[in-house]
Structure formats: C-alpha cells, structure tokens
C-alpha cells in the first residue's frame, strides 16, 4: 500500500516537474525552455501568452465586439506595437483581470484601447457570470495558486501542444492575437442572433450614477502615468437595437457614456468614442454578422477613429 501510494506522489511530482518546465498555457511562471507562444483557441487561456509578450506595448481589451480591430492596422499608423487580447463570452471582470496581467509584464506601455459591452454599463456585478469558465487562476499573481492546477489532462495536452512548437512540428497561433470571425462568419450573411444585453434599468438616480465594473477600470487607469493614452470605445450595434431617445434605455446608456466618458476626461491623447448609434452605417445589414458583430468595413472606420484619437485625443475627427 505504501509502495502504491509512493509512486502516486513520484509521479506526480514528475508531472508537475515537467509542467514547471514547459509552463503549458505560457504564463510566464516560469517555463524554462524558452518556447514561444501556444497553438489552442480557447481565448481565455491564450490571452495569457499574448498579454505577457514583450514583443508588443499596447493593448485592445474587450470580448468578440472587439475582435475585428487588427492590432498590426493599428501598429502600422502610430509606431506602437498592438497586440490584441480579445476574449470570446468576457465579462468585464475578466477583461480587467487581464488588462492588470499585461500592466505587470509590462513596464512601459504605449497605448490602451478599452472595448465596452453593455456589461461595463450594469449597476451591481453579477453574483455569477456564466458564459466561457474564465481560467483566474492562470491570472492570478500568486505562482502557489498557478501551480496547483498544473496536474490535470488539460494542463498535460497543452504542455505537448508547447513541447510541439518548441520542435517546431506545431506553428504558434499568430502573437498579434488577430482572428477574423469572418472566417466562420463570411460577408453576405446576418444572424437574427445576439441582441445586446443591455442591463435591467436603475430602480434610482442614485443607482444611475452607480457602475462598478468601470469604477474599476476607472481605479486601473488612475494608475498609468500620464503619458498613456486610453481610448475608450463603445462598438456599434445593429441600428434597430440603438436605445430611442428619451426612452428609459436611453438614459440608462447615457449615464454610461458619461461614466466611460470620465474615465479618460483630461488625458493626454485619450478619448471615448461611442459608435452606438443610428446612422446609415449601422442600418445596413451588410455591415453586420449579427445584431452586434460588426463586419470588416466598420473595424477599419473604428481603427481610424482609434488613429485620430492616440494623436489627437478629444479633439479627433471621428469619420462615422
């Protein structure tokens, strides 16, 4: 019996050794075989690889609205180096977790690019989220908490996918984060799916006026130096989903915008830009995958947008 339960904990200890060695979601801690990257598409797991990489000093932050924003457009017309670390499903509590894993591995920053859902826009966070499992763990600081998780069959599959690019049988999925929906979602098509989860209206102006997830974001960027722009976007929906004007859901969404808006007040080359709105852009279905996946053609205006504010800040000219 003792035999048994010595070679259980032997190997055991091998395996975790070996997961030490190879760090198998390429966290950082500590990984001492100098392997570059991962090859897996779950983006929860592989924001940590992107956000840690020295390669890049700039970031774009938010779930799938955020995704068709290319990190090297953005690089290419401000010098910067984008990496873009998107997660599909996020609830903003997981993209801040992030954002604060790329701020530590990262001493300078160039740029942030902040993409909000309505999710930022809820009044009191949500006792479970749901959705993708968020990995907090793998972004958690303590390397005590990142260890215990290392012996399991994922953490195994993903050291043979790294020991496999180390060897070079296996290509690292792009650094730069960038992958087109339209691949699975091609132009010329739009699903009646994905209606903006837009919060449940305050029950007070007081309630209004309350926003957790942003006074967290808000807490993260009081922290940068100066120096680093922040541009804040809000990403286009599908024009029939825009809230009317003076309905509840248009103040709801205006005392968002004020709060988002006061995150980057007075800050040097930042700015909030709010693309949810009704205009012949968001009307047409051709721009859109669904209600609130927008297509190529407005990621690019968005990018310009992004452009004109890192360089001009509140006074950019935004084309929309």
Known sequence: MLACLGTLIGAALLVLALMVVVDP???GKPGLLGIDGVDNRLTQITAASRARN???NAAILGNSTAQMIEPMELSRATGLRFVQLY???AFPRQELAVLDFFLRNHREVGALVVVTDPGWCVHARLKEEGGVPFPDWLYDRSVVTYAARLISWQAIEHAFQR???GLGRRPRMNPDGFVSYEDIWPPGQFKEVGWPRDPAPSLSAEMRATFPEIAALADIVRTLPAGVP???IVPPTFATTVPKPGTEAALERSACDAALKKVVAGRPRS??????VDNALTRDRANFADFIHYRAILAR???QGIVASL???ENAKIDF
């Open 25 to 27: 979601y390429d966290s």
């Open 54 to 56: 020295p390669d890049f």
């Open 87 to 89: 997660m599909t499903g």
């Open 163 to 165: 020991i496999s690019i």
């Open 230 to 232: 922040v541009v804040i």
């Open 271 to 276: 700015n909030f830009i709010n693309y949810r």
């Open 301 to 303: 205006k968005i990018e």
């Open 311 to 313: 360089r001009d800040g």
